[in-house]
Structure formats: structure tokens, C-alpha cells
């Protein structure tokens, strides 16, 4: 009699299913062999024949397992700068969205790095987010947000050497499934991604920072600032209102002195709203004494409520910041915006239509 599949190969560690399969005759290092067989080569069974194994093992393992596999519903290429965007659909009947993002300017070393989601919809409500007008749907569970770079890594000619957990949701808020995803795709016989080129990025979910500091997670963090003023930050990040900068701030210091790296902290820049010479001296006080890098980004925002900084704005906003902090500061490039899959336009199906309103009613600098 066959048994009921209940284990689902790409849910699992390496160290879990040895134990797991355990019972059907697999031992440790047949275990690490079906999981990279199943992982790198995008299986959607389990290998019917492997050297040094007995069938009747292989036909045991499939019996008891499930290797399931996101469908594909679409897949946009942006013609101007080669970001691909992939909708997917997994457990659920609401799809979500991952992008492909090309580094392939250097020959010889061209490569990829994913940005997935670890949520459907997002629950933060971040005012300039096309995925927080979703609202939250659900968390996504390990297999799906492996099978993401599975199934993109599939579908590449050079190999996927990063990824970042900066798509849909809050990976904070879905913590222990965002941890043991990078778990596998991390481990020597899963995708073998070091661990340094993962990324978890957080708006500031200060529970979930401290846990990750506490467990000693190797892999980097991001965190999104936007403002270092707490009222203007309650009106662009509510996270504000439940975590206040202060809390978020000494959990950041906790985590860097931990780690000893340079604390990255994400700004994603908005005109007449967090660009002024002030706001550089906020994030001077209140990154005080610690070694950070300043990431920034413009804003995508389809509504066009928020906008991008002009030229000019930008360069006195980076010359103050220079000047104040004397630290790193780094711009960052947000791609296929003309399919929109640059940061915080994923919106799976759901369109956001352009906003009459103007940003003069958004907070100022002032």
C-alpha cells in the first residue's frame, strides 16, 4: 500500500529530510543527493534511477513525498534594461510576483540575482508602495519562495549568484518561512548560494530584527529608513506608529555591533519630502557612531503622488549627506520600471491607477 505524499521535497533542509526519509532506507548522503537533484535540476518527480541506489528505494521516496512547482501565468522583459518580471501562482489562487535582475556588464562573470516575495500583498501600508494597496493576503511557504529561484534559475542562460527578499511582503512578518528558504537555497546541496549574497530586507519590524540578530543569521540585512524623523516617518511608514525609530535604531546597533558589517539602511527618495539638507542632519544624529551606507533609491510610485527628486535635488541631497556623515553613500538602480517591476511596484494583478492628487499635500521637509 502506498503511502500518502506528505513531505514536500523543497519545504525541507537537507538535515530534515535525512530524517525524514529515513524510515524508506535513505541515509544522509542519498538525502543530500535527491535534494540537489530535485533542486538544481527543477524535477517535478524524483529521480526514477540513481547510481548505487535500489530502485525500491526511489519508489519509496516518491511514494512518500511531493515536489511541487509554481505555475507560470506571465513573464515580461523590459526592452530597455533587461529586467524580467515573472508572475507566478502557487497554493493559493492570488499570484505574486518575482524579477530577475541582470548584472552583466562585467564579461565573463555575467549573472543574475532574484528579488522574491515571501508574502502575497503586504500588510505594512507603506504610503508609496503599489503592493501595500494589496493589503495582505497570506505568507508564503518555503517551497514557494525556493521554487521562485528554481524556476528562474531554469529559465536563465548565466547562473543566479544573489538573492534579495525585497519583493512582495514583509519578510519579517513571515519569519520562520523566510529563514528556512534561505536556509535551502544557501545549502551545499540545495542551490549552494552563499550566504552573503542573500538578502532580507525589512521596514523596520523590530521583533524579527532582534531575532535575527539573537539566532546569529549569516545572511546580510537591509533595513528601509525612508526618514530619520518619526513623525514624517508615521505618515510614509506606519510601522512608525508600533515600532518607533528609537526601538528600531538600538535593535539596528545590537545587530551591527553583532555582525561587525557596515549597517546598509535603504532610502528611497521622494521630492519635497525626505531630500533637504535637514534631513541628511537627521540621519547624521541618529546614525551617530556607527558605521553605515546610505542606499538610495528613487521612488516608483504609478499613482504619481510621489516623485522622483530632479537632478539638482539629488546632488545637493547626496553633497549634504557627504558632508554630514562621511560614510558611504550609494545610489541604487531600480530596473524595469516601464513593466512595472522596479521596488514597490509589484502589484500582481492588481493595477494602481494614477492619483489626481498632488504630493503638495503629502509631508514636507520643511
Not at 510576483?97 to 500588510?123: D, F, M, N, W
Request: with cysteine; proline share 6%; glycine share 8%.
Amino acid at each position: 500500500m502506498e503511502l500518502t505524499p506528505t513531505i514536500l521535497f523543497k519545504n525541507h533542509t537537507g538535515e530534515e529530510l535525512a530524517v525524514l526519509l529515513a524510515p524508506f532506507g535513505v541515509n544522509p548522503k542519498l538525502a543530500g543527493k535527491l535534494q540537489s537533484a530535485v533542486l538544481r535540476n527543477a524535477l517535478d518527480e524524483v529521480p526514477k534511477v540513481m547510481e548505487q541506489t535500489s530502485w525500491r528505494v526511489l519508489k519509496k521516496v516518491e511514494n512518500a513525498t511531493r515536489i511541487p512547482t509554481l505555475q507560470l501565468i506571465d513573464k515580461q522583459v523590459s526592452p530597455r534594461d533587461g529586467f524580467t518580471k515573472y508572475l507566478f501562482k502557487g497554493e493559493g489562487d492570488e499570484p505574486f510576483e518575482t524579477v530577475r535582475i541582470p548584472l552583466l556588464h562585467v564579461k565573463g562573470q555575467e549573472k543574475y540575482v532574484v528579488c522574491v516575495s515571501s508574502q502575497v500583498g503586504c500588510a505594512m501600508g507603506c504610503a508609496f508602495c503599489a503592493t501595500a494597496k494589496m493589503g495582505f493576503r497570506r505568507n508564503l511557504q518555503p517551497w514557494e519562495i525556493v521554487d521562485q529561484v528554481i524556476q528562474i534559475r531554469k529559465d536563465s542562460s548565466y547562473p543566479v549568484r544573489g538573492v534579495v527578499f525585497m519583493g512582495m511582503g514583509e519578510p519579517m512578518l513571515n519569519y520562520d518561512k523566510v529563514i528556512q528558504a534561505a536556509t535551502i537555497l544557501r545549502e551545499p546541496c540545495g542551490l549552494a548560494i552563499d550566504a552573503r549574497n542573500i538578502t532580507i530586507s525589512t521596514v523596520g519590524v523590530v521583533p524579527g530584527i532582534r531575532r535575527f540578530t539573537r539566532e546569529k543569521q549569516p545572511y546580510r540585512l537591509v533595513v528601509s529608513l525612508t526618514s530619520a524623523n518619526s513623525e514624517k516617518r508615521k505618515s510614509l511608514l506606519p510601522v512608525e506608529n508600533t515600532h518607533s525609530l528609537e526601538e528600531l535604531m538600538s535593535a539596528v546597533r545590537e545587530y551591527q555591533e553583532y555582525s561587525g558589517v557596515r549597517m546598509m539602511l535603504a532610502w528611497t527618495m521622494m521630492s519635497g519630502i525626505n531630500t533637504s539638507p535637514e534631513d541628511a542632519k537627521e540621519i547624521a544624529r541618529l546614525t551617530a557612531g556607527m558605521p553605515v551606507k546610505i542606499d538610495l533609491i528613487d521612488v516608483n510610485d504609478p499613482t504619481g503622488v510621489f516623485l522622483k527628486p530632479s537632478a539638482e535635488e539629488l546632488k545637493t541631497f547626496r553633497d549634504s549627506l557627504n558632508a554630514e556623515l562621511g560614510q558611504p553613500v550609494v545610489r541604487r538602480y531600480s530596473g524595469g520600471q516601464d513593466i512595472n517591476a522596479g521596488c514597490g511596484m509589484l502589484a500582481g494583478l492588481h493595477m494602481v491607477e494614477p492619483d489626481k492628487t498632488s504630493c503638495a499635500s503629502m509631508p514636507s521637509h520643511s
